[in-house]
Structure formats: structure tokens, C-alpha cells
């Protein structure tokens, strides 16, 4: 995206969770695209785990703080907000109701763009009715640089070739695998849309349809310069004309190197921080 034409050159964007995976990858984007990035973020350590905290605006706070949350809207002005900050599956989601109540103070006319699993799409929850000004971006199993929590499949698929450990997951059902960056650009579009035609859901499916052990096997023949073992075909259609910007050996040997690096600066000082 180039920055003299991107709709988002100079525009302030809020993103909770820009020190976790995706929230990381979509700040990336938005600093690239030319945003003034304003992040939130609850740990002390949070803000340089990526590299971030120069280019971030960085603001103390609890995602599920509406005062907070208003206040950086308001000192800020921002023009959209990216929620991304995981919430427990075992609890209540408190954050999101928190944040659409402060974009509601704010600005009716605010994007508000989350993040939610693709097999969630037939399960509406009461707060993320389109009415509450909430926008869906639905993916499948998200991988790629900067996943820090090392019992998912790619990072320890990535860790074990690396380190030598290596070891086949159990077979088990197939999932869309969709690489961070091109799910990032996906968030960057459905807000986009969303100034135009109002809050929505959009699925996006990659078309890379593994199981996990499909994937590790994958991981197995980059690492290894031999074929993949996988066809990749064209993906499905997708709302907005989203598609892979990268091929799936790309994000797989692009994926290997982020991992590389992550041993070579020390990953027991970086895991501690959760994602």
C-alpha cells in the first residue's frame, strides 16, 4: 500500500492489543499505510516486544475501562478504532461491551473492527449485534511472525525444526489457515468499508485448508527445501476483493525466519509477555 495513497495517511487509529499477535501485525500495517498509531496497553512491558514503542503512541490502560478508553479517543481523535486484545474464552467479555460504550461517547461514526474466529460466524453474540456499531473480521487459524504462544501449531512446528525437536501433531480435523500480515490488511479493508457502508461480518477464507498436521508437515518441507507437499489453488472469493497477498510457501519461509531470529534474541525474555 503505497503511503502518498492510502486512506489512512495522517488518520489517528486506536488499537487495543497492538503488543499481541494481530494487534501487532495491524499496527504494522497501519504505521506502513501512514497512521499515527495510538496503542493500549495493560502490561508495563508490552509496548517494545515488537519493536513498536517508538512509533506508538502508548497509552496505560485496561481495554475494559470505559473512561480510559474514551479519554483516548477523545485526546487522540481518533477516526477508528481496531479492538484486538484477547479476552479469556472461560469468562465474560467485558471489554468489548467497554469499548463500543466509549466509541458510542465518542463518535457514533467511529469504525469499531474486531477480530473473531470463522467458526463462531453462526453464533451472534448479544454484543456484537451490527446495531452496537461493532464490525467482524472472521478468520480461521491465523499464523505467521510474531505468535508468541509457542503450543499453537506453526510456532511449534517453526521451533521444533529450528531446535532440532521437532515432532508430529496429532491428526485431527482441517482448518483455513490464513497468514497474520494478509489477515491485518483484511481488518485495515473492513474498516475501510465500514466508513463507506456501515458496520458488517466478513469471513475470509485463505483457501489454505490443512490440519494441524497437514501444516507441521508443510513447516517440515520448507524448512528442509523440498517441495511442501501441499497444491496450493486459487483461493475462494472473499468480501471486498481480499485475497493472499503472499503464496502459502512465502508465509511459511517467512514465517521460519521470524522464528530464527526470535532464539537468536533470547525468546525466554520475549515469552514471558503474553500475547
Request: hydrophobic fraction near 45%.
Amino acid at each position: 500500500m503505497a503511503v502518498e495513497t492510502s486512506s489512512w495517511r495522517g488518520r489517528r487509529v486506536l488499537v487495543t492489543g497492538c503488543s499481541g499477535f494481530l494487534g501487532g501485525a495491524v499496527a504494522r500495517e497501519l504505521l506502513a499505510a501512514g497512521a499515527d498509531v495510538v496503542g493500549l496497553i495493560h502490561e508495563r512491558a508490552g509496548a517494545d516486544v515488537l519493536g513498536l514503542g517508538g512509533r506508538v503512541h502508548v497509552i496505560r490502560g485496561r481495554a475494559d475501562n470505559v473512561f480510559r478508553l474514551h479519554s483516548a479517543m477523545a485526546v487522540h481523535e481518533v477516526s477508528a478504532v481496531f479492538h484486538l486484545c484477547s479476552s479469556s474464552p472461560f469468562g465474560d467479555d467485558r471489554s468489548t461491551p467497554a469499548v463500543l460504550q466509549a466509541a458510542s461517547l465518542y463518535s457514533r461514526r467511529v469504525p469499531v473492527v474486531t477480530a473473531r474466529p470463522l467458526q463462531q460466524i453462526t453464533l451472534a453474540c448479544t454484543t456484537e449485534t451490527h446495531e452496537d456499531g461493532l464490525s467482524v473480521a472472521r478468520f480461521g487459524a491465523v499464523f505467521g511472525p510474531g505468535d508468541r504462544k509457542l503450543f499453537r501449531t506453526a510456532p511449534a512446528a517453526a521451533l521444533g525444526l529450528i531446535s532440532g525437536n521437532f515432532a508430529l501433531p496429532p491428526e485431527g480435523p482441517a482448518n483455513d489457515f490464513v497468514f497474520v500480515r494478509d489477515a491485518a490488511r483484511a481488518c485495515l479493508r473492513v474498516a475501510e468499508d465500514v466508513a463507506k457502508n456501515g458496520p458488517g461480518d466478513y469471513p475470509f477464507r485463505s483457501g489454505w485448508h490443512m490440519s494441524d498436521r497437514q501444516i507441521a508437515v508443510a513447516f517440515r518441507g520448507e524448512f528442509a527445501g523440498a517441495a511442501p507437499g501441499w497444491t496450493e489453488s486459487a483461493p475462494p472469493a472473499n468480501p471486498l476483493g481480499w485475497a493472499p497477498a503472499r503464496s502459502f510457501c512465502e508465509a511459511v519461509t517467512e514465517t521460519l525466519t521470524w522464528y530464527r531470529e526470535f532464539l537468536r534474541a533470547g525468546a525466554g525474555a520475549q515469552v514471558r509477555v503474553a500475547a
